[in-house]
T-cell receptor, first 114, second 110 residues
Framework: KAGVTQTPRYLIKTRGQQVTLSCSPI?????VSWYQQTPGQGLQFLFE???????NKGNFPGRFSGRQFSNSRSEMNVSTLELGDSALYLC?????????????FGQGTRLTVV | KNQVEQSPQSLIILEGKNCTLQ??????????LRWYKQDTGRGPVSLTI?????NTKSNGRYTATLDADTKQSSLHITASQLSDSASYIC?????????FGTGTSLTVIP
């Protein structure tokens, strides 16, 4: 059974650009959550999608957005990149989502903004 | 303010020894508490998940405890192995949010 796949694994962008990250969940999983991980802040919740709808959202500015497709694959977009957006972006999938459901993480996308 | 604090920040132990990691939280309303292990360069892997009514849960050499009254959890690792070297992250769910600790970095040396 394939795990959660995130692409690309590494990305370098310049300030002001935008970036799109992709996450393919485990087959059958309908919930995808996104997280930002930095050395100083640790893991922070960005948002969760379930059945193509954003169900939960963390405290990030509107430059961070996402969407989920009918096959449960999800994309995350960051516009007008800032140096502080450099981080490891992780996605996690689960069967039904919700706070009591087991979540499985991908390897992450390492974004560097220069 | 909803917070999750972990201690120690880092820990070095000898292979074969036991260790205990701590997680204190002020999050409410509490839904569940999870411990994750994250190897360098990889995504976190779930070790345990505990709800309000559970106070102990084991996963092999990993045993997590939860005291919902004092809002404290611990992760005990028995007979440590070199492969236990990783960051251990405590995550508390409340309302519709996840709250993450900044992790404990564990290094097991031969």
């Amino acid at each position: 059974k394939a795990g959660v796949t995130q692409t690309p694994r590494y990305l370098i962008k310049t300030r002001g650009q935008q970036v799109t990250l992709s996450c393919s969940p485990i087959s059958g999983h309908r919930s995808v959550s996104w997280y930002q991980q930095t050395p100083g802040q640790g893991l922070q919740f960005l948002f969760e999608y379930f059945s193509e709808t954003q169900r939960n959202k963390g405290n990030f500015p509107g430059r961070f957005s996402g969407r989920q497709f009918s096959n449960s694959r999800s994309e995350m977009n960051v516009s007008t990149l800032e140096l502080g957006d450099s981080a490891l972006y992780l996605c996690a999938s689960s069967l039904g989502g919700g706070l009591n459901t087991e979540a499985f993480f991908g390897q992450g996308t390492r974004l560097t903004v220069v | 303010k909803n917070q999750v604090e972990q201690s120690p920040q880092s820990l070095i132990i000898l292979e074969g020894k036991n260790c205990t990691l701590q997680c204190n939280y002020t999050v409410s309303p509490f839904s569940n508490l999870r411990w994750y292990k994250q190897d360098t360069g990889r995504g976190p892997v779930s070790l345990t998940i505990m709800t309000f009514s559970e106070n102990t849960k084991s996963n092999g050499r990993y045993t997590a405890t939860l005291d919902a009254d004092t809002k404290q959890s611990s992760l005990h690792i028995t007979a440590s192995q070199l492969s236990d070297s990783a960051s251990y992250i405590c995550v508390v769910s409340a309302g519709n949010q996840f709250y993450f600790g900044t992790g404990t970095s564990l290094t097991v040396i031969p």
